[in-house]
C-alpha cells in the first residue's frame, strides 16, 4: 500500500494520500459525505455540505475521540475542504478530492500540519482507514485492525524523524 508524502513548506508539514478506486466519482463521493456511508469506514458525523457548515467526526470504530470542525469549501462531486481540531491541539486542513481518470477514479487526501507531533498518529489512522474505504466501496465492511495501525504508527515516525 502507498505510503503518503510528507513534505515542509516554511513551518507547514503536508501529507497527501493518492489511492485509485475502480468506481465512480459519484459513489466515492457518497462514501465520503454521507454520515451513513461515513460511519461504515471512518466515523460517525455530523455535516452540512456547505462553508460554514460542521464536519464533527466521533471516531466510535477507534477510541470514539471527537474530531470537531467546520467546512471551507465544497465542490460536489469533486471537493470538500474542512478545518479540525486534532485532539484539542491546533486546526488542521483536510482536503478530499476526487478525480475521475480512466481506470475509475483517484482520491486525493492532503492534510497540513504546523505541529509534527501528531503526524504519526494521525497519518497511521489515514492510512487505515483509506484501507477501509476500499473495503466499503467493494462491498465490505471491515473493522479497525489496530495491529496495522500500530505498524503504520511506526512507519510514519520514522518518517517525520526526517524534518526534527
Not at 513534505?7 to 507547514?12: C, D, E, L, P, Y
Amino acid at each position: 500500500m502507498e505510503v503518503a508524502t510528507i513534505q515542509k513548506k516554511a513551518n507547514i508539514y503536508t501529507a497527501t494520500f493518492k489511492r485509485l478506486f475502480p468506481t465512480s466519482v459519484e459513489k466515492v463521493w457518497e462514501a465520503i459525505t454521507s454520515p451513513v456511508n461515513l460511519s461504515k469506514w471512518l466515523a460517525e458525523a455530523e455535516t452540512e455540505l456547505k462553508p460554514g457548515g460542521p464536519f464533527t467526526l466521533t471516531f466510535t470504530k477507534t477510541d470514539g475521540n471527537v474530531m470537531a470542525g467546520e467546512i471551507k469549501k465544497v465542490q460536489a462531486p469533486h471537493l470538500i475542504e474542512f478545518l479540525w481540531d486534532t485532539d484539542g491541539l491546533e486546526q488542521s486542513t483536510v482536503r478530499w478530492e476526487i478525480h475521475s481518470n480512466h481506470e475509475g477514479s483517484m482520491f486525493v487526501l492532503t492534510q497540513t500540519f504546523e505541529d509534527i507531533t501528531q503526524m504519526p498518529t494521525m497519518l497511521a489512522g489515514w492510512q487505515v482507514h483509506l484501507k477501509m474505504l476500499s473495503h466499503f466501496l467493494n462491498g465490505d465492511e471491515t473493522d479497525f485492525p489496530w495491529s496495522l495501525w500500530d505498524e503504520w504508527h511506526q512507519t510514519y515516525a520514522e518518517m517525520v524523524m526526517e524534518y526534527v
